[in-house]
């Protein structure tokens, strides 16, 4: 596994900048760099940035989310990690998945659920609340179930996270370790 500063420290060693292939030493942060040594720690953080945004999906840009739908609502919370999201993985909505009452919830996209779903459009269920079946992403982003909540279940799903730019020595690339060189 190699941090932003190895990475960086091996560019200026095998391409000579600054005569580090001649005895001259690396630099041991990248705080403060400039001229060829910035240039060099900004190509890193631009090749990794550039290689994380090949594909939305990577495996290693997947996060967990696991978060609690609140009784009488039909907004589904945020992811609270740190986190952003890029992708839903919209087969992987569950509700209680390691309970008995177990459910997936079927992901709709917004002009349909808009269109078949949203209240006033539906038949409203009997008590006004009952188990949800149906998850959508608005254009905004947020997310919305088909009726209100009867319940404050655990709702666990899969997402691809927005790549984060490598910023300070010690950060590591989010790529498995053998690639890191890319």
Request: proline letters at 6%.
């Amino acid at each position: 596994m190699s941090t932003y500063l190895e990475l960086v420290q091996q560019l200026v060693t095998e391409l000579g900048i600054g005569g580090a292939n001649q005895g001259a030493t690396v630099p041991a942060t990248l705080v403060g760099q400039t001229g060829q040594l910035w240039n060099a720690g900004n190509w890193i953080k631009q090749a990794e940035n550039n290689l994380n945004l090949l594909h939305n999906d990577w495996k290693f840009l997947a996060v967990e989310y696991a978060e609690t739908l609140s009784a009488s609502s039909a907004a589904v919370p945020a992811h609270s990690g740190a986190e952003v999201v890029q992708l839903w993985d919209r087969g992987s909505f569950w509700l209680d998945a390691t309970t008995a009452r177990a459910a997936p919830l079927t992901f709709l996209n917004w002009e349909i659920f808009r269109t078949d779903i949203l209240p006033g459009v539906a038949p409203a269920s009997p008590g006004g609340d009952s188990k949800p079946s149906i998850i959508t992403q608005k254009r905004d982003g947020t997310m919305l179930l088909d009726v209100k909540s009867d319940n404050a279940y655990a709702l666990t799903a899969e997402f691809w996270q927005e790549p984060v730019l490598l910023s300070v020595d010690a950060d590591v690339p989010a790529m498995p370790a053998p690639f890191h060189r890319l």
